[in-house]
């Protein structure tokens, strides 16, 4: 069983920076893993911010996240992370990453990221 685990949330005012992370508890990432990082606020559906491949680390954002959210891994640390800046009040949401690791994909339990204004 793959069970990525997420880190680094809080509570932080607009306009601030923020980095998560995403790790595979007990485990490590292997070279075809997919890693995607997603986000849902309160009453909203659950959207997609991006992607990293875990060998080439390519990656790719969605439109509307593009410019202030960057994602990348680092082979040593074993880790994946997602740079948030410029944060808004409205980005107030749990922030999940999942691993899609060959047919299957496996999902955090998210990290609460509460914007303040």
């Known amino acids: 069983q793959v069970q990525p685990a997420e880190s680094g949330g809080g509570v932080v005012q607009a306009g601030d920076s923020l980095t998560l992370s995403c790790s595979v508890s007990?485990?490590?990432?292997?070279?075809?893993?997919?890693v995607a990082w997603y986000r849902q606020a309160p009453g909203k559906e659950r959207e997609v911010i991006g992607t990293?491949?875990?060998?080439?680390?390519?990656?790719h954002y969605a439109d509307s996240m593009r410019g202030r959210f960057t994602i990348y891994r680092n082979y040593h640390e074993n880790r994946a992370w997602l740079h948030m800046k410029g944060l808004k009040p409205e980005e107030t949401a749990k922030y999940y990453c999942?691993?899609?690791?060959?047919?299957?994909?496996?999902w955090g339990q998210g990290n609460q990221v509460t914007v303040s204004s």
């Open positions: 990293i491949t875990w060998d080439a680390g390519s990656r």
């Open positions: 007990g485990g490590t990432f292997v070279g075809d893993d997919m």
């Open positions: 999942n691993i899609q690791r060959e047919s299957d994909v496996y």
